[in-house]
């Protein structure tokens, strides 16, 4: 099992030369989305009680396009007396209209969502490309079709709660304080907001401060499909407007997704209140592949785990466990796979890794390299030419890594990969589990029956057998240990927004 013969070497190291030849004498020619029917406006107010308004303190703030470094719009930025106004909306809304209203009906308003959500996709990547930096690609095939997706799902529970919950008695919480970041801006949106409107509850949700347009666009699309004021307020800010949101007396639940520490911070901020609270943080998922697995398709799940969206996901595959034994020949599939990687502007469909999402999230990610190679392992970056204006980082691996590194250890939250090996399924499980998070994990193998093994062992709330990343809204999603509690999705997310007998 597993051992690499002469002629598959043979065959790898041609592909490789191969794979150089046809970099250098190919390009492929730009295909950018087109941007002239997309409206951006210059300046966004805050959308409370079903209204646009502009923030108590006058204060606003820029977000701008990380790949090219230009201003897309200004934005306003929520103080403590908006995020009070914000809450009594919502709180409003909840007594007086969304808590009484019978699900079939409340199933119709996010019905309605997702359909528009559908209608206007293709401004919605748009968008989301330019304020985040993600490939077209993504954003298109991914976040916008999922998130209308999340809206169709709940939508199907509205009125069915009752089943949901096995007749007990049930009822929502109240307001729900909801704070994203900037990886999924959209998709992240819709995870929370979804099922906290499915289940009769009211909303504030903050978007992170460098990725504030399509949750303004889904604010929107809200106000078109004619939700009742209040039910949903959407307010910009940056970490103080989080901080309000959590700490408002009148919030019954906080959903919160993004770093470990801020997530730790939110929950110092509640202790003692009767506030409910899911937390999903950080991650550094292992990828395992045996050397019975089919290798390319291993290795394909591999870049998708790690390089497509510039690692800017929290259940990325970070750290690769690979079979001792097929360690060389996947290291130089890898680099022949990196070699055909596309990074650029993220609107150009061609685009397979666009850019960072910010100067500071790029800095964060040049640290942790530096540290890795100070510490000693080796660092293999793809060719790749970055642009000149934005903020890039070439697809990347570490090999000869110690478990204690810092880029074994901690979230680097960008396309930086550390490949270690294992010889037995036990030591790939002990490595797998060893770190303080548990969001997710990879397994590739040719063999069902270790999929189950190796999954009933490995300490993350969702693991994928011969595949990454792929995410549906009927499959519950979170983690364990550091990387927070409590699921979205599936019919365990609705109990996070609702109160079970
Ligand atoms: P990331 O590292 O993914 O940017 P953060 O945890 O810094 O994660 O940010 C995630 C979200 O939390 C953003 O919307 C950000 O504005 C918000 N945030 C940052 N600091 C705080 C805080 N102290 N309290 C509440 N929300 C915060």
Redesign the pocket.
């Known amino acids: 099992m597993g051992q690499i013969t002469r002629s598959e070497k043979d065959s790898v190291e041609k592909r490789s030369s191969a794979a150089l030849d046809f970099g250098a004498a190919w390009e492929y020619a730009p295909a950018p989305e087109a941007t002239d029917h997309i409206r951006i406006d210059p300046k966004y107010e805050l959308f409370i009680g079903g209204k646009w308004r502009a923030p108590r303190a006058g204060k606003y703030f820029q977000t701008i396009s990380p790949s090219t470094e230009q201003v897309l719009a200004e934005v306003a930025e929520a103080g403590a007396e908006d995020v009070d106004d914000a809450v009594k909306a919502a709180r409003q809304a909840y007594d007086n209209v969304w808590s009484k209203m019978r699900g079939a009906e409340r199933a119709k308003y996010i019905f309605r969502i997702s359909r528009a959500i559908q209608e206007k996709a293709r401004e919605l990547a748009i968008v989301e490309s330019m304020d985040g930096g993600k490939p077209i690609k993504e954003s298109r095939d991914v976040d916008v079709p999922l998130a209308a997706a999340h809206f169709f799902y709940h939508a199907g529970w509205a009125d069915k709660l009752d089943y949901a919950f096995q007749g007990r008695p049930h009822r929502p919480l109240g307001v729900a304080g909801q ?4 990886n999924f801006p959209l998709l992240m949106a819709a995870w929370k907001i979804a099922p906290a409107l499915a289940c009769g509850n009211t909303v504030v949700l ?4 460098t990725t504030p347009l399509t949750a303004l666009l889904l604010a929107q699309i809200i106000e078109e499909c004619e939700l009742p004021p209040g039910v949903v307020n959407i307010l910009t800010g ?2 103080a407007t ?2 309000a949101i ?1 700490s408002h007396p009148d919030v019954d639940k906080i959903a919160f997704t ?2 470990t520490g ?1 997530g730790k ?2 929950q110092k901020s509640i202790a003692g209140t009767t506030k409910r609270l899911t937390l999903e943080l950080g991650g550094k998922a292992a990828n395992i592949v045996f050397g019975d697995a089919s290798l390319d398709q291993a290795v394909e799940g591999i870049v998708r785990g790690i390089y497509f969206n510039q690692g800017h996901v929290c259940c990325a595959g970070s750290r690769l466990l690979v079979e001792e034994s097929v360690h060389d020949v996947i290291v130089r599939k890898l680099k022949d796979r990196m070699m055909t990687l596309r990074l650029g502007d993220p609107l150009d469909k061609n685009t397979d890794v666009g850019a960072i999402n910010s100067k500071m999230q790029l800095g964060k990610i040049r640290e942790l390299v530096e540290a890795g190679e100070q510490e000693g392992a080796e660092r293999y970056s793809a060719p790749v030419k970055l642009p000149e204006k934005g903020y890039w980082f070439p697809p990347t691996f570490f090999t000869g890594a110690g478990q204690s590194c810092r880029i074994a250890r901690e979230e680097i939250f960008g396309p930086v990969l550390t490949i270690m090996t294992f010889r037995t399924p036990d030591e790939a499980i002990e490595k797998a589990n060893n770190t303080m998070y548990g969001l997710s994990a990879g397994i590739w193998t040719d063999k069902g029956s270790k999929i189950f093994h190796m999954a009933t062992r490995l300490k993350a709330g969702v693991i994928w057998g011969n595949t990454y990343n792929k995410f549906d809204p009927s499959s519950p999603f979170g983690g364990y240990k550091e990387s927070g509690f409590g699921r979205e999705g599936g019919r365990q997310g609705l109990l996070a927004y609702t109160d079970v007998e």
């Open positions: 704070i994203i970041p900037w903050k978007p992170a401060e940056a970490g989080g901080a959590a993004g770093s801020v911070r939110i």
